[in-house]
């Protein structure tokens, strides 16, 4: 088989469909890319997914490193579409030879593939640069880290747990969270009782009721197995995830998922236990500015808690988010001063980042007091790899069917479980 | 009068027999930039093993085709492409003749009728999506509602989370979305038939029944071209709304070819084999649109 470069072809080829003048703007390996900076330009683009409630005060900080530096950066943002559409977008513009200089992504998986295909820059120079081993947490780096090469920094690190309202919570009887998955499942049973939802999850996209099932599967295999079988070092063919599946079921079965839950969009029901249409969802810290504040509800109506796994260490799902450099941009220093300044716990508390992965940075308890007490309660908990970042999509995707069939009676937990033990094993083998 | 010379018109060539490239020469550089080189470049990256991000790839040959049988997903997208084609044609275009005949006769506010029946093609597709969604949602949507209050619990359904309804119910909107564009061809074709045609046929005892088959569907055969031709091409290429509806899901029971194009190529970073599902889509359609542009090329000549 033969290698062949993708500039290399499209050069050959323009220059022979339409001459030597369009080959030299499409071929060659010198160029910087349409929308990468050139070198020595004071103009920097940063592409990101923040929506309308935060986007305003990244501006504020970006204006504000401007202004000291000189500089001309441009923001642009694809809000609301989650992991779904936005690297799409990343990979269409870096592909089009128009990427910007910096752009924000999530960990593990999702963030990879730009890595491995070297479009982010190795940012090992200016991590020992600006300090960030020291400033950042390690955990946090590790997400951002490829192959041994740290081609992100990151700057949030979320965890995943239970958001609840309290008035419901109150109705069904119920005082405070459960401490037992036990009490949980008592708890969805005092809620549907009283006709009330308890969790509200949406199985569009499938990484939403994704969440779900992660947690269903730390709580019957636990940390150390629940990793083995994330890596693909465990079979997924054995009772542990046989169970978890099993308990998947249930919940829907005993209608404490909303009816049709599969068909949802995260988007409509997610936030409905702000709207009181449920009693809680599995969600991360950002919902109290997205959710809680947006609908103008004052945050002491809601509280969070860590899903009760019933297992040590007790841990959650999470993530982290951070921002890599186009390896193409010229004004990769520029950049890196750029991500420097943001990353400082100033602007960090500035821009009411929920769970900052700088030292120093911890949520303000008066701006996001839910977030504050998420971070303190558990923040220090270890956490395990959300599942559509421990796997490629692809092979997310073909998780999420599974779970799809699952819930609609065409696969029962066994089979389910060897299903799954054939998708990552043919993943860990590739 | 004395050395000049009569030219005869006929015999003056500016630019010789190259002058019809001469003004050729623009469009055909538009096409070949924009239609045919990205077409060839489709067609050898389908040939390669390129994950639509990196700077290399390999030439598999034709791997990625011989693939293309073994994935479960090609075979429920071509039946979910074929049930779709034919559902998304066949009900449009009856639908939208029959409101055309209606609407040609005497009817009151026939202009805001058109307007109405016309309406939802003009909208944007995601608010249509965005619409239908609502519409759906099992607990709190209009159509579950409905169905309860008259009685019929039973048929209230989750419309897109269950994979017997999923593809139907994405279908309805399309229908919806869609019925408008043929009435309006209709509607001018009927209106172009001459009135004597009905007249002699009512002398000669015609029933209406008979005077639809036997006057207004001959001559209607123009619009039934444009209308079959252009739907077929519609109903091909979907892929916004099941995107924006269901994004293929649940699981993949609603991928069609076109969504299970982007996915492979935008999502999996397997451009090599999506770009080979984007090949065989384009071969079926050509074939598929080869006996209307031999019927059209005939009904011109």
Same mark, same amino acid.
């Given at each position: 088989m033969s290698n062949f470069t993708r500039r290399g072809f499209l050069g050959l080829t323009s220059a022979a469909a339409l001459g030597a003048g369009l080959s030299a703007c499409t071929g060659g390996g010198a160029s910087t890319g349409g929308g990468a900076t050139q070198s020595g330009s004071n103009e920097l683009r940063l592409f990101t997914y923040e929506g309308d409630e935060t986007i305003g005060l990244l501006k504020a900080q970006i204006k504000k490193f401007d202004e000291q530096n000189g500089t001309t950066t441009t923001v642009d943002s694809l809000p609301g579409s989650g992991a779904a559409v936005y690297p799409d977008k990343l990979r269409t513009e870096l592909l089009g030879g128009k990427g910007p200089d910096i752009w924000r992504i999530w960990g593990g998986q999702i963030g990879a593939p730009f890595a491995k295909a070297k479009q982010a820059l190795d940012l090992s120079p200016y991590y020992s640069k600006y300090g960030w081993d020291s400033k950042i947490s390690t955990t946090a780096i590790g997400g951002m880290t490829f192959d041994g090469v740290k081609t992100g920094v990151p700057f949030v690190s979320l965890g995943i747990g239970a958001w609840y309202n309290k008035s419901l919570f109150a109705k069904a009887g119920v005082s405070g969270p459960p401490k037992t998955y036990a009490e949980l499942e008592a708890l969805n049973d005092k809620l549907v009782a009283v006709g009330v939802t308890p969790c509200g999850l949406g199985g /569009?996209? #499938?990484w939403d009721i994704m969440r779900l099932f992660e947690y269903l599967l730390e709580h019957t295999a636990g940390p150390d197995l629940h990793d083995k079988l994330l890596t693909g070092a465990e079979s997924w063919d054995r009772p542990e995830v046989v169970e978890a599946f099993t308990l998947f079921k249930k919940w829907q079965d005993k209608k404490w998922l909303p009816q049709g839950a599969l068909g949802l969009d995260p988007a409509d029901i997610e936030p409905g236990y702000v709207q009181g249409k449920t009693a809680y969802t599995i969600t991360g810290p950002w919902t109290e500015a997205a959710a809680i504040l947006t609908a103008k509800? =004052? @945050? &002491?109506g809601f509280g969070n808690f860590e899903l009760p796994t019933d297992k040590t260490p007790a841990r959650h799902s999470g993530f982290v988010e951070g921002y890599m450099i186009n390896a193409k941009t010229g004004n990769a220093d520029k950049a890196a001063a750029l991500l420097d300044f943001i990353l400082q716990p100033a602007a960090q508390k500035a821009m009411q980042i =929920?769970? =900052?992965?700088? /030292? #120093? &940075?911890? @949520?303000d308890p008066k701006a996001l007091p839910l977030s504050a007490e998420w971070s303190t309660k558990y923040g220090g908990n270890p956490f395990y790899t959300i599942q559509d970042q421990a796997f490629p999509k692809k092979q997310a995707d073909q998780y999420f069917s599974v779970q799809s069939d699952l819930l609609q009676g065409s696969v029962q937990p066994d089979a389910a479980a060897k299903k799954m033990q054939e998708i990552v094993s043919a993943w860990a083998k590739s | 009068m004395a050395g000049t010379v009569a030219v005869k018109p006929s015999t003056v060539k500016r630019g010789g027999r190259w002058s019809p490239w001469l003004f050729a020469i623009p469009a055909l550089a538009v096409y070949v930039a924009f239609l045919v080189y990205p077409a060839l470049s489709s067609l050898w990256f389908s040939l390669t093993n390129w994950d639509g991000l990196s700077a290399t790839y390999k030439f598999v040959g034709l791997d990625n085709y011989f693939k293309l049988p073994h994935d479960p997903v090609v075979v429920s997208a071509v039946q979910n492409n074929l049930i779709w084609t034919v559902v998304t044609i066949a009900v449009p275009t009856v639908i939208g003749l029959l409101l055309a005949i209606a609407l040609n !006769?005497?009817?009151?506010g026939k202009p805001i009728l058109r307007l109405i029946f016309y309406t939802p093609a003009v909208l944007p597709l995601v608010s249509i999506a965005s619409i239908w969604g609502w519409l759906y949602n099992p607990q709190y949507g209009a159509i579950n509602s409905f169905l309860r209050m008259i !009685? $019929?619990? !039973? $048929?209230?359904?989750?419309w897109l989370g269950q994979d017997s309804t999923a593809l139907w119910a994405v279908m309805v909107p399309a229908i919806w979305l869609r019925t408008g564009f043929p009435m309006l061809l209709y509607l001018a074709a009927l209106q172009g038939i001459p009135n004597e045609l009905y007249e002699a046929a009512t002398v000669d005892g015609a029933t209406k029944w008979q005077q639809f088959w036997h006057v207004t569907m001959p001559s209607l055969r123009p619009a039934h071209y444009i209308v079959l031709a252009l739907s077929l091409i519609d109903s091909f290429k979907v892929f916004d709304m099941i995107y924006a509806m269901t994004y293929g899901g649940p699981g993949t029971s609603t991928q069609v070819m076109g969504t299970w194009m982007y996915f492979n190529v935008f999502q999996y970073y397997q451009a090599g084999y999506g770009t080979a599902i984007a090949v065989v889509i384009t071969l079926v359609a050509v074939a598929v649109g080869i006996p209307y542009v031999r019927s059209q090329t005939r009904e011109a000549s």
């Open positions: /569009k996209y #499938g509800k =004052s @945050p &002491a =929920s769970a =900052s992965t700088v /030292k #120093g &940075a911890e @949520p | !006769g005497k009817v009151h !009685g $019929l619990d !039973g $048929l209230a359904q989750a």
